[in-house]
Nanobody, 129 residues
Framework: VRLVESGGGLVQPGGSLRLSCAAS????????IGWFRQAPGKEREGVSC????????RYADSVKGRFTISRDNVRNTVYLQINNLKPEDTDVYYC???????????????????????WGQGTQVTVSS
């Protein structure tokens, strides 16, 4: 079981990126995949999740309107489109999986990582002019 993130980089404020989370060793269909971000010394923050069987999605309040999560079950990959990037989006972005649809949830505007595992190695996003 492996998740590999890619697509990060250095972007100017206002720019866009599409991050990819490619799965191997298992089929995404039937799992919840979540995107998280974390900077050194900061707590990990859940940003979005998707239940890959029906495409239902959830977003943390902090990213609504700028982040879009999607999946391609044929390519066994989940994507995170980030638009209008801001310096505060600078973080390492990780994907992880959870076993059930109910684990894709946002409570009080935040998304917990407690049900997620099989973490990827992360991809660095840096927003700077």
């Amino acid at each position: 079981v492996r998740l590999v993130e890619s697509g990060g980089g250095l972007v100017q404020p206002g720019g866009s990126l599409r991050l990819s989370c490619a799965a191997s060793g298992f089929t995404l269909d039937g799992y919840t995949i979540g995107w998280f971000r974390q900077a050194p010394g900061k707590e990990r923050e859940g940003v979005s999740c998707i239940y890959t069987s029906d495409g239902s999605t959830r977003y943390a309040d902090s990213v609504k309107g700028r982040f879009t999560i999607s999946r391609d079950n044929v390519r066994n990959t989940v994507y995170l489109q980030i638009n209008n990037l801001k310096p505060e989006d600078t973080d390492v972005y990780y994907c992880a999986r959870a076993p059930f649809r109910r684990h894709c949830t946002v409570v009080a505007g935040t998304m917990s990582s407690v049900y997620f595992g099989s973490w990827g190695q992360g991809t660095q996003v840096t927003v700077s002019s």
